[in-house]
T-cell receptor
């Protein structure tokens, strides 16, 4: 079974500063995907960034980047130049690679989330 | 493209009743997954449908069921509602060539009294 752990229930950061959210996971799979989703007060779950486990290069998406350490099973999210609109719950999620209909494929396993507040 | 839509957005039911929630995926997406979000249990996978067939199921009782139509729209049904079923129910769609990124709808907030 897959587990995803986010050890920081709450964090805060000053506007324009940088913050890093931590995520560790446990799996026996070799091929999988990792995601960060944000859920603002509107409750809409929004994809932030995605990382394929077979890629050594860390994914980046504008101000968002990850530090993916496969051996350590660590997947942290760095937000640079934090903006007020970044205030949200951030969820780390795991999905194993699989074919259509394969058990467990295409299921997201979520961590418990980190509530990030950007302070003006 | 329009995003994933869910109806209704809010719902209040009483114990023992049943409820049906609806999800329309992004155009062209063939896989629909459902998740339950509660403060106590967090986000949990309910089930996934692809080509009108349930492909995967989470660890939920049989009171939770779903179906998918030929146009990929999906419905989720909960029978004999319990207080603990109060939650935000999220639907997500993906193209599902193989493993694909899931895109979420705004959710349906169900309150059971």
């Amino acid at each position: 079974a897959q587990t995803v752990t986010q050890s920081q229930p709450e964090m805060s950061v000053q506007e324009a500063e940088t913050v890093t959210l931590s995520c560790t996971y446990d799996t026996s799979e070799n091929n999988y995907y990792l995601f960060w989703y944000k859920q603002p007060p509107s409750r809409q779950m929004i994809l932030v960034i995605r990382q394929e486990a077979y890629k050594q290069q860390n994914a980046t998406e504008n101000r968002f980047s990850v530090n993916f350490q496969k051996a350590a099973k660590s997947f942290s999210l760095k937000i640079s130049d934090s903006q007020l609109g970044d205030t949200a719950m951030y969820f780390c999620a795991f999905m194993k690679h699989g074919s259509v209909g394969q058990t467990g494929a295409n299921n997201l396993f979520f961590g418990t989330g980190t509530r990030l507040t950007v302070i003006p | 493209k329009a995003g994933v839509t869910q109806t209704p957005r809010y719902l209040i039911k009483t114990r023992g009743q049943q409820v049906t929630l609806s999800c329309s995926p992004i155009s062209g997406h063939r896989s629909v997954s459902w998740y339950q979000q509660t403060p106590g249990q967090g986000l949990q996978f309910l089930f996934e449908y692809f080509s009108e067939t349930q492909r995967n199921k989470g660890n939920f009782p049989g009171r939770f069921s779903g179906r998918q139509f030929s146009n990929s729209r999906s419905e989720m049904n909960v029978s004999t509602l319990e207080l603990g079923d109060s939650a935000l129910y999220l639907c997500a769609s993906s193209p599902y060539r193989q493993t694909d990124t899931q895109y979420f709808g705004p959710g349906t907030r169900l309150t059971v009294l």
